[in-house]
């Protein structure tokens, strides 16, 4: 008898029965299922309900949205001016995306691979930031915004929640870039590569689960912000979607069908690009979460 033989560990194997029960247990699919099946219900009948005001002829009260109108989408989109405020949320999005994801791979590149005296207390600082509401900065950023000629502009809307959006991106990537081994940044200095092309070819491919966090996130808040635009733009032709969105809601009426309308083309982007990064998204939380 060999030695690998003598020294492998004994298993107690399962009875048949015991594994039968294990997998038919009633109690463990109650105990899973059901609260599952609860939080299911309680994300999902809001956004039904939206679709069912928003689908469903002005006046009507069925709970199923028969015969399917899009008279809603028409009216939001044409007549209150959607068109131009889903364009400016696109607009302060997509440059508030790029910005901050560059920004946030040079500032976490530094605090990932230089050792410099307060560096710790950096990394702190930045935490304490997201404990800062944004109501607080509305004063000072509106003086500085006024005095630069930046309100009732984009510019204005770029740059603040740009702001906001950099010191968890910039955390988030120096605990991407730290999960990539320094030792193949030398291994191409050494066949003649600079720090920057290494850092090109080397470690910028391989961060691109990162990339598409940081991104998403300063995309989706960027869009959902509300604040903001309310308090830096007062021109309704640079009003993004969601100023727009509270519009519909009037004195002393409300258009419950524009409103579920507006809702759903306010949701739709947001749910889309969730969808397709959403692996990325979670792999590169993690990544940054956990190492550094």
């Known amino acids: ?17 015991a594994r039968r029960r294990r997998r038919r247990d009633p109690g463990r699919v109650l105990r899973l299922y ?8 309680f994300t999902l009948v809001p956004f039904y309900w939206m679709l069912v005001f928003a689908l469903r002829p002005a006046g009507s009260t069925d709970p199923v949205p028969w015969p399917i109108t899009f008279e809603h989408f028409e009216t939001v989109w044409n007549d209150i001016g959607y068109a131009v405020f889903f364009k400016n949320s696109v607009i302060v999005g997509v440059w508030s995306l790029l910005v901050t994801t560059v920004i946030a791979v040079m500032g976490g590149y ?15 600082v930045l935490l304490c930031t997201q404990f800062i509401p944004g109501a607080m900065m ?5 003086s500085i915004f006024k005095s630069l000629g930046l309100i009732n502009s984009l510019a204005s809307l770029i740059v603040a929640d740009t702001v906001f959006n950099l010191p968890l991106s910039i955390i988030l990537m120096s605990g991407f870039i730290s999960a990539v081994p320094f030792t193949v940044e030398e291994a ?15 470690v910028l491919p391989q961060l691109r689960p990162g990339l598409i966090a940081v991104g998403s996130f300063a ?32 004195e002393y009426s409300a258009d419950f069908g524009a409103l579920a309308a507006g809702g759903v083309v306010a949701a739709l982007p947001v749910v ?15 990544a940054g979460a956990v190492k550094g």
């Open 188 to 202: 191409a200095m050494v066949d003649g590569c600079t720090r920057f092309r290494g850092f090109l070819a080397i």
């Open 138 to 142: 509305l004063i000072p950023l509106f």
């Open 110 to 124: 530094a605090l990932s691979r230089y050792r410099f005296r307060g560096r710790s207390l950096f990394m702190v």
């Open 1 to 17: 008898m060999s030695a690998d033989v003598m020294t492998r560990p004994r298993t107690r194997a399962l009875p048949q029965g």
């Open 219 to 250: 995309f989706i808040h960027t869009w959902n912000n509300f604040l903001f635009a309310l308090m830096f733009v007062s021109k309704q032709d640079s009003f993004t979607i969601p100023v727009g969105l509270s519009y519909t809601i009037g």
């Open 34 to 41: 059901v609260p599952l099946g609860l939080y299911l219900v």
């Open 272 to 286: 889309c690009v969730f969808a397709v990064v959403q692996r990325y998204l979670v792999h590169g939380i993690s």
